[in-house]
């Protein structure tokens, strides 16, 4: 029924920046809580950064001041803008939502930051 697709992942420089996006399409009469995580090679799966449906956000130390979620209800798309892109950020970013009592998972992006 319900699909995310994401887009916006790449290769980029020390200090660039990406946007992320998460479209979310299908059966869905509701979206709460919006999320980003991202999984290194060798590492578990972390929350990057989160949005509720008023707004109010949190997000990872590790991307406090760098990272900004925000969302389109009307869309039903959730971003991720990623600026000061450092070599730790490189993973795979996913996008997750919960929607009408269900919880979903986008394909996942890569985003790699080269030295």
């Known amino acids: 029924q319900v699909q995310l697709v994401e887009s916006g992942g790449g290769l980029v420089q020390t200090g660039g920046s990406l946007r992320l996006s998460c479209a979310a399409s299908?059966?869905?009469?509701?979206?709460?809580?919006m999320r980003w995580y991202r999984q290194a090679p060798g590492k578990q799966r972390e929350l990057v950064a989160a949005i509720r449906d008023g707004g109010s956000t949190n997000y990872a130390d590790s991307v406090k001041g760098r990272f900004t979620i925000s969302r389109d209800n009307a869309k039903n798309t959730v971003y991720l803008q990623m600026n000061d892109l450092k070599p730790e950020d490189t993973a795979v970013y996913y996008c997750?939502?919960?929607?009408?009592?269900?919880?979903?998972w986008g394909q996942g992006t890569q985003v790699t930051v080269s030295s």
């Open positions: 299908g059966n869905i009469f509701r979206l709460n809580a």
């Open positions: 997750n939502l919960d929607g009408s009592g269900r919880n979903y």
